[in-house]
């Protein structure tokens, strides 16, 4: 995040009788981004001296101004992933109603091959008409023979990439 503050004021133990205790910390790259893990670093300090509890703690001066940016930040950060949630749940959802699609077509391409197979098979099984009835329809009848081998070769694509479960899978449709 970019910010116009460079520096925070560092209360640290005295360590001389000539040591004021206050260090000024750069917190800023040059091209004016903050170094957020520097000032946590800084926020988070302990000093162990001689003179004072190895708990006492490094007081920071940080400038309402640099709050407010970091605040700012924050909930900017926190709309965006929010509106980035929203568009990933819509996909989700969406890819989940291309799979129940996806489903459902494959149960009507299997009842449609199935259906005509089982028609196929009536009509050539059937005595004395059968003949003269293939005669009649033979073009529809390899148009229909075609269609079911095009659904075969689906499900056998379908059920190798089954097989495969994520792994390099070469089963190729058509």
């Not at 116009?4 to 917190?27: F, L």
């Not at 407010?68 to 950060?77: N, T």
């Amino acid at each position: 995040m970019k910010t116009t503050i460079t520096s925070i004021t560092a209360h640290v133990p005295t360590v001389t009788p000539d040591d004021d205790g206050i260090r000024r910390v750069k917190i800023t790259t040059g091209r004016g981004d903050l170094m957020m893990n520097r000032l946590r670093r800084e926020l988070r300090v302990e000093h162990d001296t001689a003179n004072n509890p190895p708990d006492h703690r490094v007081t920071i001066e940080p400038s309402n101004e640099l709050l407010l940016q970091v605040v700012e930040a924050y909930i900017k950060k926190s709309k965006a992933m929010k509106r980035m949630d929203r568009k990933l749940d819509k996909m989700r959802q969406e890819n989940n109603d291309w799979q129940e699609f996806a489903g459902t077509m494959y149960g009507v391409l299997g009842n449609l091959s199935a259906a005509a197979e089982n028609f196929i098979h009536a009509v050539v099984e059937t005595p004395g008409g059968g003949d003269e009835l293939l005669a009649k329809i033979t073009e529809e009848l390899d148009d229909l023979q075609g269609a079911i081998s095009d659904a075969n070769e689906i499900f056998d694509a379908v059920e190798c990439e089954d097989e495969c479960e994520g792994e390099e899978c070469t089963c190729d449709i058509g």
